[in-house]
């Protein structure tokens, strides 16, 4: 089985930008996360889980509403990564954010994506002034 290592959030003001990083640790194992969907989803304080991104398989982007044109999900495979652009970044972005995956080739739906069944720790966003 293999594991999933979040990094790269912190505190920053309102309209600045983070990029958090996800590691697949076990591809010699056969954790390849070029293989599988990949999806950040977020939890803020008292609210429920909520989708926010996913790349497929075959590299398909997805994105909530919320998020469009300002997050970009990608992914480099070679480094066994999935990288979270997030710009323009606003107060209600404060949440921690978690990668997960059910090693599977598909996103399915965004409601899904927090119950995947591979998550990291999390890695906390702050985003205010």
């Known amino acids: 089985q293999g594991r999933l290592v979040e990094s790269g959030g912190g505190l920053v003001q309102p309209g600045e930008s983070l990029r958090l990083s996800c590691v697949g640790h076990?591809?010699?194992?056969?954790?390849?996360?070029?293989?599988?969907?990949v999806a950040w989803f977020r939890q803020a304080p008292g609210k429920e889980p909520e989708g926010v991104s996913c790349?497929?398989?075959?590299?398909?982007?997805h994105y909530v509403d919320s998020v469009k044109g300002r997050f970009t999900i990608s992914r480099d495979d070679v480094k066994n990564t999935v990288y979270l652009q997030m710009d323009s970044l606003k107060p209600e972005d404060t949440a921690v954010y978690y990668c997960a995956t059910d090693q599977m080739s598909t996103c399915f739906r965004a409601d899904r994506w927090p119950t995947f069944s591979v998550r990291g720790q999390g890695t906390q966003v702050t985003v205010s002034s």
């Open positions: 076990g591809a010699s194992s056969g954790f390849g996360l070029g293989y599988y969907a």
């Open positions: 790349i497929s398989g075959g590299s398909r982007t």
